[in-house]
């Protein structure tokens, strides 16, 4: 019995835990810095009157930024490697069977994916940014407003994320994403060796089957690389 549930144990693929610690680590310090920012320079909806302190705006232009550098890596390994993690063609289907596990395994694929969409929205409205607006009292600004709702819908998708991996692998499934042992197999000195792989596969020609076939899910990564490769673009222009 024992053994049978040391074997169910969850195990996540170490490339994945470093990814997602990594960006999920930034964002919640961008997410945690942004309200104080807001606490400091705004306030309409309320405060809880942090101390004020001009400083938080840059501090959270810097989580910000590196949540922004880390997360085109998460990204191509979600869509890659965790594809199956990630909403399905058959999820609708699949949504049907209310209360069933797998309803709850296809809100699972859904919440991620969603995780992912409410990150690239922050990200870019973040970028759209101008970091003398809130000092100057411009509080009114359409990408202020759209970077403010992004907050929203981060934290609400970060809570639902959370709220449905508890139910549908409790705490043994939340803790596998953020410990640091890992397989033999899974091991970070093999990465090196992969990589070259990949490399002599791209050069083989893999490359011209990136895009086929020209599915939805293909469809939204690169919607989602795009847009953050745009975000960058068009802040360099501004
Ligand atoms: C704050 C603590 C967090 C915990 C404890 C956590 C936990 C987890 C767990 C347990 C899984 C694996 C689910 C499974 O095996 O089916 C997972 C996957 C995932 N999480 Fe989180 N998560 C957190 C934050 C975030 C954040 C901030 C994002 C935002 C982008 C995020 C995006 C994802 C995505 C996209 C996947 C699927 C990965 C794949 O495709 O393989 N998570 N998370
Ligand atoms: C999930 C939530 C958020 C994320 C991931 C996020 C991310 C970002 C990113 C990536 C930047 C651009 C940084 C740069 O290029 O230097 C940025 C800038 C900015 N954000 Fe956020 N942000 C979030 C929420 C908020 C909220 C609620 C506020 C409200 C006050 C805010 C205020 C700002 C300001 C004032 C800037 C410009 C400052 C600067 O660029 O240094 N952010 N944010």
Known sequence: MTRKLALAKPYQPFLLRV????????????????YWTYDTYDGRWGRISLPTYQAIEGIHGTFGLWTLLIFPAFVLYAFHRGQRRLIQPDSFDKLAQVGKPIWWYTLNRGTNTL???????????GKMMDETWLPQGELTHAWYYAHLISWVVMVSAIALHLLINA???????????LTWQFRDQDSPALWLAHLSQWWFDVRQGAWARWFQPMTMMVGLEIAILVSIGAAWLISLVK
């Open 19 to 34: 990814l997602h610690g990594l960006t999920g680590l930034c964002l919640i310090a961008a997410i945690l810095t942004a």
């Open 115 to 125: 995780a992912l969409l409410a990150l690239t929205f922050a990200l870019f409205s």
């Open 167 to 177: 139910k549908v692998g409790g705490t043994p499934l939340l803790l596998s994403m």
